[in-house]
C-alpha cells in the first residue's frame, strides 16, 4: 500500500481543530491505519491546540503526516522559534502546558525542530506495521492473504462430504472465507460495505435473481439451487 506523504496549510484558529481531526481520520482511513487514528486525532489537536495557546490564534501554520520507517508521523509547522512547547508534571495545578503532557504519553516519541524561521513540533506513532507499505496484521487478514495466493495457483475444491452435515461444514467454512476477506479490505483502507453491495449486485446479476439465504443452523437440500 502506497501511503505518500501530505501537507496542508491552514489558519491557528478553535474552529479548524475539528476540520483537521477529520481530515486526520479520513487519510489514515485510506492508509488502513484505523488502529491509531484515535491516537493521531489525539496528538493533532494538542499540537493545533499549542500554536493557537502560545503563539497566537490566527497564525499561519502547517500541518504534515508522513511515514517514518512503520511509525506515522505528524508534524505541525509554525512560523515562531521562541515559543517551545513545554511538557508539564501531571501533577502541576496549572491547566496549561498538559497538551505535551498527553502527547507524550501517547506517541512513541516527540520532538522539535528549529529553523531560522521556523519550528516544527512532531510526534510519531507506533502502527504495528511489520514493512511501510505493509498492512496492521490480524489472524482474519493473514487467512485473507493466504486464500488470495491459493486462489492464485489452485481450484477450488469440493464441498466436503455429501450430506447434510458436510454442507453445513462447507457453509460455515465459506462464511469464515468471506469474514476474513473483509478483515482483509479493511486492513486496506476499502470501504466494506460499499464492497458488499457491489459483490450483491454481481451475483444477483450473474444469477436468476437475488440470494435465498437458507435457514439458520440448516444447509440447503441436496436439490435445493
Excluded at 33 to 46: F, G, I, N, P, R
Excluded at 88 to 117: F, H, K, T, Y
Excluded at 154 to 179: D, M
Aim: with cysteine; charged share 25%; net charge negative.
Amino acid at each position: 500500500m502506497s501511503r505518500k506523504p501530505w501537507d496542508l496549510d491552514f489558519t491557528a484558529e478553535p474552529e479548524e481543530v475539528g476540520a483537521l481531526r477529520r481530515l486526520m481520520r479520513l487519510h489514515l482511513g485510506v492508509w488502513g491505519l484505523h488502529e491509531v487514528t484515535d491516537a493521531a486525532q489525539l496528538c493533532v489537536s494538542e499540537l493545533v491546540s499549542n500554536i493557537i495557546t502560545h503563539v497566537g490564534t490566527g497564525t499561519p501554520a502547517t500541518l504534515a503526516v508522513s511515514m517514518n520507517g512503520v511509525h506515522l508521523r505528524i508534524e505541525v509547522h509554525d512560523p515562531d522559534t521562541r515559543a517551545l512547547p513545554t511538557l508539564l508534571d501531571a501533577n502541576v495545578d496549572s491547566e496549561g502546558g498538559r497538551g505535551m503532557a498527553l502527547v507524550d504519553a501517547i506517541a512513541e516519541r516527540w520532538g522539535v525542530e528549529l529553523s531560522p524561521d521556523r519550528k516544527v513540533t512532531w510526534c510519531e506513532l507506533a502502527t504495528g506495521l511489520a514493512s511501510p507499505d505493509g498492512h496492521v496484521e490480524g489472524p482474519g487478514v493473514r487467512r485473507a492473504e493466504a486464500l488470495l495466493a491459493w486462489c492464485a495457483e489452485a481450484k477450488p475444491p469440493g464441498l466436503p462430504g455429501a450430506g447434510r452435515l458436510g454442507r453445513a461444514v462447507a457453509e460455515e467454512s465459506v462464511i469464515t472465507v468471506i469474514t476474513d476477506f473483509l478483515h482483509w479490505l479493511r486492513a486496506h483502507g476499502c470501504d466494506v460495505e460499499d464492497a458488499l453491495d457491489r459483490a450483491q449486485t454481481r451475483y444477483d446479476s450473474e444469477s436468476d435473481g437475488p440470494a435465498t439465504a437458507c435457514p439458520a443452523g440448516r444447509a440447503p437440500d441436496a436439490g435445493t439451487p
